[in-house]
């Protein structure tokens, strides 16, 4: 299965028990109903919270949970987020094990770092394995902000970076990403109210929250902006 990023995808939400054990049955059953409602893929892990705390091998049933749950419907993505560039390498390479089709990289936590060092940690993680990769661009949540003349030169060093998801809250940056990389990258929205917006200035794919309580609705809207039917939206 070859990854598109385009269309909407849930950022879908871990459900737990009432002893802080994942329920993989809802999981399953959560993820196979996004797919009947219209979603083009999952992106498990999230980014503000499941990802950044559960244990190495609850990750791995996760994803594990997911890939099993949608089969070849759609496609698994993966967020990557960790303290260190190794340990960020080592979920990339589980994840391309179990049998996610793409990844979703983040900055790595905590410390911010410079440039320099930003582009070496999402060099490795990229690199680490044959999977299409999207830059997770989130200056709200992680402090780190990507500019489109650094994401540029991620492009150019990484073949396998393939989208970004852009969750500055500043839907100018899509246009201003669109200027500097023409279709070299596939662009997505990454913030739930931003996604007509997102639509208009050139954005192919809508990554969200929302979609998890109201998948069709989402899919709905995010096709009728992208056709542009203002009418509708």
Known sequence: ?????????PAITTPFDDQGRIDH???????????????SGIVGLGSLGEGGTLEPAEREALLTTLVRAVGDQVPVVAAVAA???AA???????????GCRGLMVLPPYVYRGTWEEQR??????????????????????????????????????CANLHAVKESSTDVRRITALRAILGD??????????????????????WIAGLV?????????????AIRGDQATV
Request: with cysteine.
């Open 83 to 85: 303290l260190s560039t």
């Open 184 to 205: 070299r990258l596939t662009l997505l929205v990454g913030v739930d109210d931003a996604a007509v917006e997102g639509a208009a200035a050139g954005a192919r794919g």
């Open 1 to 9: 299965m070859t990854m598109q990023w385009t269309g909407v995808m």
């Open 120 to 157: 070496a940690h999402l060099r490795a993680v990229i690199e680490a394995t044959p999977l299409s990769c999207m830059l997770y661009n989130n200056p709200v949540a992680y402090v780190v902000d990507y500019s489109p003349e650094q994401i540029q030169e991620l492009a150019q060093s």
């Open 88 to 98: 960020a390498v080592e979920q990339a390479r589980r994840a391309e094990a179990i």
């Open 212 to 224: 998890n309580a109201m998948p069709r609705e989402s899919v709905v809207l995010w096709e009728a």
């Open 25 to 39: 049955d809802f999981l399953a059953e959560h993820a196979r109903w996004l797919v009947a409602e219209g979603c």
